[in-house]
């Protein structure tokens, strides 16, 4: 859907460069030609604007229904849906905020215990599956060794030395 002041633009563009006439220009855009002579006669609010742009610098955070709380309690008689069009027409927008501080530094490698049959502790999740068995899941992330290699890893010890549990 394309407003009206594209429209304008359209059938000043045609009338132009091509030089047509404002009727034909009108009929291609699918304009009506009321609407493309249409001229504004609405008041600048320069005071209003300069004023929100003024609160919108000084509360970052705050958005247009803030700022027409904060101008209203200022004796502002304007509506909340003119603050909104002015809010969207000075390119106001409620600051991000900034990221937060990763740590810095490489993470420190983990010490492997070179001993034959050495204890090793995992960090494992208690859960219940569908069944209502319980199952132990283990939080080792995705950028180290899957669940499923762990599993055939220990697997593979327990057949090796034998469960020592």
């Known amino acids: 859907m394309v407003g009206p002041a594209a ?6 563009h045609l009338r132009k460069v091509l030089g047509m006439s404002e009727r034909r220009a009108c009929t291609l855009v699918a304009a009506d030609r009321k609407m493309i002579r249409y001229q ?23 958005g247009y229904r803030r700022l027409f709380i904060l101008l209203r309690e200022q004796g502002e008689p304007s509506g ?6 002015l809010y969207r027409e000075e390119g106001l927008t ?23 049959n050495a204890r090793w ?3 494992f999740v208690h859960d219940h599956e569908v069944s209502g068995m319980a199952a ?9 060794i899957s669940g499923k290699r762990v599993a055939r890893e220990l697997t593979m010890l327990v057949e090796a030395r034998g469960n020592r549990g």
């Open 80 to 85: 909340i849906n003119r603050v909104y069009r």
């Open 121 to 123: 502790s995992l960090d």
């Open 136 to 144: 132990r899941h283990s939080r080792v992330t995705s950028s180290t």
């Open 40 to 62: 504004s006669r609405r008041p600048p609010d320069i005071e209003l604007r300069s004023r929100l742009r003024d609160l919108a610098n000084q509360r970052r955070r705050f």
């Open 7 to 12: 429209k304008r633009d359209a059938v000043a």
């Open 94 to 116: 409620v600051r991000k905020r900034k990221a937060r501080r990763r740590a810095i530094g490489t993470r420190t490698p983990i010490l492997v215990e070179a001993r034959v």
